[in-house]
């Protein structure tokens, strides 16, 4: 049999492991699927393997030295900002079972998994055609990031633009960047060192009697983070034994790099404190659709209160938030000051409160869309309660 259609054939036999979450048996076996069906399952797979497979496999040895040890680096950084990170959000019970009998268990259910899906994957990925490597590390990437990712939940990953968005955002894209990484580690290294990077985090997780209490969105971009920067390291470590790179030319690159990223980080946060002109703002809510959208970013400029007409949109604060919405008359006050009467294009009535001159907080000049969801996401994880405070913005529709 030839070695791509082996491949073939071992990537079906994952997929057939997941049927149980796509038809929706595992909901029913419940926790017999979880502790028993889905481990026996990979045992299975990885009997067949290696029975079957195992006198194909092509090891990489040139730079497993180099790689490992990379890798064994990032892993303590991991640990390091991830209990830093505790220190500063605070720490929280673990809460799985911390008896033996419920360590051992918990074990048992991701351990058989994590062996033979990264044996398998570097299988795959050494044995395949190397003239399409890269499709290659595509296809083997996302398969066994699938293998990852609560299939049985899909229907409720999209049941809104919000819930895709964040789907892809806090779980999807952390899960196929670590799989990506995993698949380069198997081509240039071996299964043993990814195994060890899956597993150290997936231990901690259950035998520490106390974790940071880190929320989802700060743990996908540290998921991210970690294996994106080690590859870009262990890329370089591998053309500089190769010698394609000059020492020179790296060291003014990087200078460069540097010099340009964090001049856009101190842009950005210049920008984001408002330190400029022009300021940014998230809606919240749908109040002005179909104009604005909720999770839209609108950029609004210091205008002078006195040259705000009718039909601009403007925002004014209220106690603790902003509300962003369209004036639809002005008048003065007894004492001359200006009195703006706001609306949602999207709400029923104009809103509860006339608008004074010391609410007015600039005019939109434009909007840019969809931008703002990261924020969003964030609030809600945090459980600030940011949209259901704002009453006026939110209007009285729904």
Request: charged share 20%; glycine share 6%; with cysteine.
């Amino acid at each position: 049999m030839k070695k791509n259609l082996r491949v073939i054939v071992l990537s079906l036999i994952i997929l057939l492991s997941l049927l149980f979450e796509v038809t929706g048996l595992s909901l029913k076996f419940g926790t017999s699927y979880a502790y028993v069906i889905k481990p026996l399952t990979w045992i299975f797979i990885g009997i067949i393997a290696v029975v079957f497979f195992k006198n194909d496999v092509v090891v990489n040895k040139k730079y497993k030295k180099d790689v490992n040890f990379t890798v064994v680096v990032a892993t303590l950084v991991y640990f390091l900002i991830y209990f830093v990170l505790g220190y500063i959000k605070g720490f929280a019970y673990n809460p799985y079972d911390s008896s033996l009998k419920g360590i051992i268990t918990n074990i048992w259910s991701f351990l058989p998994m994590i062996i033979v899906r990264e044996y398998s994957r570097y299988y795959m990925i050494n044995n395949c055609e190397k003239k399409r490597i890269l499709w290659w590390t595509l296809f083997i990437s996302l398969l066994l990031c699938l293998t990852n990712l609560n299939i049985y939940k899909f229907d409720t990953y999209f049941k809104d633009s919000l819930s895709t968005f964040e789907f892809f955002i806090q779980t999807f894209m952390p899960e196929l960047i670590t799989s990506l990484f995993l698949t380069y580690l198997c081509y240039f290294s071996g299964y043993k060192i990814s195994i060890m990077y899956l597993l150290l985090p997936q231990l901690a997780l259950y035998v520490l009697p106390i974790l940071p209490d880190v929320d989802l969105a700060t743990l996908a971009i540290l998921n991210s983070a970690i294996p994106f920067f080690t590859y870009i390291y262990i890329n370089y470590l591998i053309n500089k034994i190769d010698k394609t790179l000059d020492r020179k030319e790296v060291k003014t690159v990087g200078l460069k790099g540097w010099i340009v990223m964090m001049g856009v980080i101190i842009l950005m946060v210049c920008f984001g404190l408002g330190m400029f002109p022009i300021k940014p703002l998230v809606i919240a809510s749908n109040s002005m659709a179909p104009k604005i959208y909720k999770g839209d970013i609108v950029i609004i400029k210091d205008t002078d209160v006195k040259k705000v007409k009718e039909g601009d949109i403007i925002r004014y604060r209220m106690e603790n938030y902003y509300v962003v919405h369209r004036v639809v008359t002005i008048y003065e006050d007894n004492n001359g000051d200006r009195v703006f009467i706001t609306k949602g294009d999207n709400n029923d009535d104009i809103d509860l409160y006339p608008v004074k001159e010391s609410q007015f907080a600039g005019v939109i000049k434009f909007d840019i869309p969809y931008l703002g969801y990261p924020t969003l996401m964030l609030s809600r994880l945090l459980n600030t309660g940011v949209e259901d405070t704002v009453i006026v913005d939110k209007g009285r529709t729904n």
